[in-house]
Protein backbone atom coordinates (compact mmCIF):
# COMPACT_ATOMS: atom_id res chain seq x y z
CA UNK A 1 0.00 0.00 0.00
CA UNK A 2 1.54 3.29 -0.70
CA UNK A 3 1.91 6.16 1.20
CA UNK A 4 1.89 9.81 0.12
CA UNK A 5 3.09 12.83 1.83
CA UNK A 6 2.53 16.78 0.01
CA UNK A 7 5.04 19.41 0.71
CA UNK A 8 5.58 22.71 -1.03
CA UNK A 9 2.53 24.38 0.38
CA UNK A 10 2.50 28.11 1.67
CA UNK A 11 1.53 31.92 0.97
CA UNK A 12 2.19 33.59 -2.39
CA UNK A 13 0.92 37.01 -3.80
CA UNK A 14 -1.66 36.71 -6.79
CA UNK A 15 0.32 36.31 -9.87
CA UNK A 16 3.26 34.07 -7.83
CA UNK A 17 4.19 30.78 -8.79
CA UNK A 18 4.21 27.00 -6.42
CA UNK A 19 5.61 23.92 -6.83
CA UNK A 20 4.59 21.19 -4.77
CA UNK A 21 5.74 17.78 -4.31
CA UNK A 22 4.37 14.50 -3.19
CA UNK A 23 6.74 11.65 -2.37
CA UNK A 24 5.22 8.27 -2.44
CA UNK A 25 6.46 4.94 -0.55
CA UNK A 26 5.73 1.61 0.45
CA UNK A 27 4.61 1.15 -3.14
CA UNK A 28 5.73 0.32 -6.67
CA UNK A 29 4.92 4.40 -7.69
CA UNK A 30 5.52 3.41 -11.60
CA UNK A 31 2.20 1.51 -10.94
CA UNK A 32 0.34 4.11 -10.11
CA UNK A 33 -1.77 7.22 -11.83
CA UNK A 34 -1.58 10.15 -9.69
CA UNK A 35 -3.48 13.07 -9.35
CA UNK A 36 -4.18 16.11 -7.09
CA UNK A 37 -7.18 17.25 -6.06
CA UNK A 38 -8.11 21.06 -4.18
CA UNK A 39 -10.17 21.72 -1.05
CA UNK A 40 -11.27 25.23 -1.10
CA UNK A 41 -12.44 26.72 2.43
CA UNK A 42 -16.20 25.33 2.94
CA UNK A 43 -15.78 23.54 -0.28
CA UNK A 44 -15.81 19.99 -1.42
CA UNK A 45 -12.78 18.39 -2.73
CA UNK A 46 -12.28 18.80 -6.43
CA UNK A 47 -10.14 17.52 -9.22
CA UNK A 48 -7.13 19.69 -10.53
CA UNK A 49 -5.12 17.01 -12.40
CA UNK A 50 -3.75 13.59 -13.31
CA UNK A 51 -1.04 11.46 -14.96
CA UNK A 52 -0.58 8.40 -16.36
CA UNK A 53 1.35 6.11 -15.13
CA UNK A 54 3.75 6.63 -17.52
CA UNK A 55 3.18 10.26 -17.49
CA UNK A 56 2.66 10.62 -21.25
CA UNK A 57 -1.44 11.14 -20.92
CA UNK A 58 -2.59 14.10 -18.45
CA UNK A 59 -5.94 15.31 -18.19
CA UNK A 60 -6.69 18.96 -16.04
CA UNK A 61 -9.74 20.68 -14.54
CA UNK A 62 -10.73 23.82 -16.88
CA UNK A 63 -9.64 26.26 -14.01
CA UNK A 64 -6.33 25.24 -14.17
CA UNK A 65 -5.37 24.70 -17.72
CA UNK A 66 -2.70 26.96 -18.98
CA UNK A 67 -1.60 27.54 -15.34
CA UNK A 68 -1.15 24.23 -13.47
CA UNK A 69 1.08 21.90 -15.12
CA UNK A 70 1.73 18.09 -13.08
CA UNK A 71 4.92 16.09 -13.95
CA UNK A 72 6.54 12.88 -12.40
CA UNK A 73 9.83 11.36 -12.03
CA UNK A 74 9.26 7.51 -11.24
CA UNK A 75 12.99 7.37 -10.60
CA UNK A 76 12.32 9.54 -6.83
CA UNK A 77 8.73 8.45 -7.05
CA UNK A 78 7.15 11.69 -6.83
CA UNK A 79 4.62 13.72 -7.96
CA UNK A 80 4.55 17.11 -8.93
CA UNK A 81 1.88 19.92 -8.81
CA UNK A 82 3.70 23.39 -10.56
CA UNK A 83 1.46 26.31 -10.64
CA UNK A 84 1.73 29.70 -12.15
CA UNK A 85 -0.66 32.35 -12.30
CA UNK A 86 -2.05 31.64 -9.09
CA UNK A 87 -5.35 33.38 -7.96
CA UNK A 88 -6.91 34.06 -4.77
CA UNK A 89 -9.68 31.33 -6.14
CA UNK A 90 -6.67 28.49 -5.95
CA UNK A 91 -6.98 28.94 -1.81
CA UNK A 92 -7.43 25.44 -0.72
CA UNK A 93 -5.57 22.70 0.97
CA UNK A 94 -3.94 20.41 -2.40
CA UNK A 95 -3.79 16.58 -1.76
CA UNK A 96 -2.11 14.33 -3.63
CA UNK A 97 -3.77 10.51 -4.73
CA UNK A 98 -2.83 7.42 -6.13
CA UNK A 99 -4.71 4.89 -7.90
CA UNK A 100 -3.28 1.60 -9.55
CA UNK A 101 -2.90 1.41 -13.38
CA UNK A 102 -3.71 4.29 -15.46
CA UNK A 103 -6.97 6.12 -14.15
CA UNK A 104 -8.17 9.84 -14.98
CA UNK A 105 -11.06 10.13 -13.43
CA UNK A 106 -12.53 13.12 -11.43
CA UNK A 107 -14.26 11.38 -8.56
CA UNK A 108 -12.27 11.35 -5.59
CA UNK A 109 -14.19 8.14 -5.09
CA UNK A 110 -11.84 6.13 -7.46
CA UNK A 111 -8.45 6.98 -5.69
CA UNK A 112 -8.05 5.38 -3.08
CA UNK A 113 -4.70 6.29 -1.40
CA UNK A 114 -4.47 10.15 0.10
CA UNK A 115 -1.63 12.38 1.52
CA UNK A 116 -2.57 14.47 4.15
CA UNK A 117 -2.70 17.57 2.07
CA UNK A 118 -0.99 20.92 2.28
CA UNK A 119 -2.24 24.24 2.50
CA UNK A 120 -1.77 26.81 -0.38
CA UNK A 121 -3.03 30.77 0.64
CA UNK A 122 -2.80 32.81 -2.81
CA UNK A 123 -3.33 36.59 -1.27
CA UNK A 124 -5.15 39.22 -3.50
Known amino acids: QVQLVESGGGLVQAGGSLRLSCAAS????????MSWFRQPPGKEREFVTA????????RHADSVKGRFTISRDNTKSTVYLQMNSLKPEDTAVYYC?????????????????WGQGTQVTVSS
Open 51 to 58: MSRSGTST
Open 26 to 33: GGTFRSYS
Open 97 to 113: AAVPGDSWRSNVKYWPY
